[in-house]
C-alpha cells in the first residue's frame, strides 16, 4: 500500500505543477470539451429539476481506467430500469472518456457520467417525446478516506436518526443524486465524532453508506449486504479477490447487531477503494487496527488495477471520439 500511495503523491505533485487548462478538471457538455469550471447546465435540466438521472462513477488510475466496462454496463442497466437510454453508442462514450483523460492528462481521476431526463419531464410528455442528455466530468481522484487515514482506519456509526429510503420508494441498484438520507446520516456521524455513517433499512438489517458498499469480516468469512444497496463494482472485485485467496464472501441480509461482534470492517467504493473502519459507535473495530483480511483485500485492489483484463490504458489505445 505504501507503494502504491507514494508512486500516486509523486503523479500528484507533477499535475500540480502541471499548466493544462484540465488539470483541475475536465467536461464534457452538448459534445464539447470545456475546464471543469466553464461546465454549465441548463436549469430546467430535470436531472436538476427532479434529480431524474442515474449516473456512474469510473476511476482512471495511474493512466489506467479501471473496469470501465463493468461501469458502462451498469450505467446502461441502470438507464432502463427508469426508461432513460446513454445517448450515445458504447464505443463512442468510451472514445469520448479516454479524449478526455488524454486531454486532462489527469492521471488518477474519478469520472462521473450523468444521463438525465433532459429538458422535457415526464408529466405530460411521451417517453419517444423526451431526449435524453449525456454530461461527464473528469476530476482529480476522490478520496472518501484520506490516503494517510487508511493507516489506522476510519470512524464509523450506525445512523440511529436516519435509515436508508427503502427499495420499494428509490431503487438503489440504479445510482442515483438523492442523497437526503445520506447527508442527514453524515450530519449524524459528524456530530457523533465519527466520519462515516452506516444507514440500516429499518428493520435491523445494514445497507450501506454514502458512497460506500459495508463489509464485515466475522469468523474469516466477509459478509456484505445483497439488498438496500447499490450493486458496487469495487465489491465485485472484493467478491473476486476474496475468492482468489480462499476466502469466503457472501453477500446476504447483514444483521446489524453483527457489525458489533465481527473482526473486521471495512468499507468499499470507487472512490478510494477498500476502506478500513476501526471504530464503530465509539468502541475499537480489531482493537482500532487494521485487520488482516482488509489488508489482503485492499492490496489486492490496487493491484488488480494494472491488471489488462480490468485495466485500459488511456495512452496506448485508440480513440473512437
Ligand atoms: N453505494 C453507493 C450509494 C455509492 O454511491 C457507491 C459509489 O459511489 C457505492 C455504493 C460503491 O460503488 P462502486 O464500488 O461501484 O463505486
Same mark, same amino acid.
Given at each position: 500500500m &505504501? ?6 503523491r ?8 502541471n499548466? %493544462? ?10 459534445? &464539447?470539451?470545456? $475546464?471543469?469550471l ?12 427532479h ?6 462513477v ?9 473496469r470501465?466496462?463493468?461501469h #458502462?454496463?451498469?450505467?446502461? *442497466? ?7 437510454? #446513454?445517448?450515445?453508442?458504447?464505443n463512442k ?5 479516454? /479524449? ?7 492521471p ?14 415526464v ?8 431526449? %435524453? ?6 476530476? $482529480? ?5 484520506? $490516503?494517510e487515514?487508511q ?6 456509526? =450506525?445512523?440511529?436518526? =436516519?435509515?436508508? =429510503?427503502? $427499495?420499494?420508494?428509490?431503487? !438503489?441498484?440504479?445510482? %442515483? ?11 449524524e456521524?459528524?456530530?457523533?465524532? *465519527? &466520519? ?6 429499518g ?6 453508506g454514502?458512497?460506500f %458498499?459495508?463489509?464485515? =469480516?466475522k ?5 456484505t !449486504? ?8 469495487t ?5 473476486? #479477490? ?6 469466503e ?6 444483521p ?15 472512490? @478510494?477503494?477498500?476502506?478500513p473502519?476501526?471504530?464503530? /459507535?465509539?468502541?475499537?473495530?480489531h482493537?482500532g ?6 489488508r #489482503? ?6 493491484t488488480?488495477?494494472? /491488471? !489488462? ?5 488511456v ?5 473512437? @471520439?
Amino acid at each position: 500500500m &505504501e507503494a502504491i500511495l507514494s508512486a500516486y503523491r509523486e503523479r500528484l505533485s507533477r499535475l500540480r505543477d502541471n499548466s %493544462n487548462p484540465y488539470s483541475a478538471g475536465i467536461a464534457w457538455v452538448a459534445g &464539447e470539451i470545456v $475546464p471543469l469550471l466553464e461546465a454549465k447546465i441548463p436549469l430546467i435540466d430535470q436531472g436538476f429539476m427532479h434529480s431524474d438521472l442515474t449516473y456512474d462513477v469510473v476511476s482512471v488510475w495511474d493512466g489506467r481506467f479501471f473496469r470501465l466496462d463493468d461501469h #458502462i454496463d451498469r450505467l446502461e *442497466a441502470s438507464c432502463s430500469r427508469i426508461r432513460l437510454r #446513454i445517448p450515445l453508442e458504447k464505443n463512442k462514450l468510451k472514445g469520448i472518456l479516454v /479524449d478526455m483523460a488524454r486531454q486532462s492528462r489527469i492521471p488518477d481521476a474519478c469520472v462521473q457520467i450523468v444521463v438525465t431526463r433532459g429538458l422535457k419531464g415526464v408529466r405530460a410528455n411521451k417517453l419517444e417525446h423526451l431526449t %435524453n442528455l449525456l454530461y461527464i466530468l473528469l476530476v $482529480p481522484y476522490v478520496w472518501l478516506m484520506e $490516503p494517510e487515514a487508511q493507516y489506522h482506519g476510519g470512524r464509523a456509526v =450506525v445512523a440511529k436518526t =436516519v435509515q436508508r =429510503v427503502p $427499495p420499494g420508494a428509490m431503487d !438503489p441498484t440504479v445510482k %442515483n443524486l438523492q442523497w437526503g438520507d445520506f447527508t442527514r446520516g453524515m450530519f449524524e456521524a459528524s456530530d457523533r465524532g *465519527a &466520519e462515516y455513517a452506516f444507514l440500516t433499512d429499518g428493520n435491523q438489517n445494514l445497507t450501506e453508506g454514502p458512497g460506500f %458498499n459495508i463489509h464485515l =469480516v466475522k469468523d474469516g468469512i466477509i459478509h456484505t !449486504p445483497d439488498r438496500g444497496c447499490l450493486h458496487g463494482i469495487t465489491r465485485d472485485a472484493v467478491f473476486e #479477490i476474496a475468492k482468489a485467496n480462499g476466502i469466503e464472501a457472501q453477500a446476504e441480509a447483514v444483521p446489524v447487531e453483527m457489525a458489533y461482534r465481527c473482526d473486521e470492517i471495512f468499507t468499499s467504493t470507487t472512490a @478510494g477503494g477498500i476502506l478500513p473502519i476501526t471504530a464503530l /459507535d465509539g468502541q475499537p473495530v480489531h482493537e482500532g487496527k487494521v485487520g488482516p483480511i482488509t489488508r #489482503i483485500i485492499r492490496d489486492a485492489y490496487w493491484t488488480m488495477h494494472r /491488471d !489488462p483484463v480490468h485495466s485500459l490504458d488511456v495512452f496506448g489505445v485508440e480513440s473512437h @471520439g
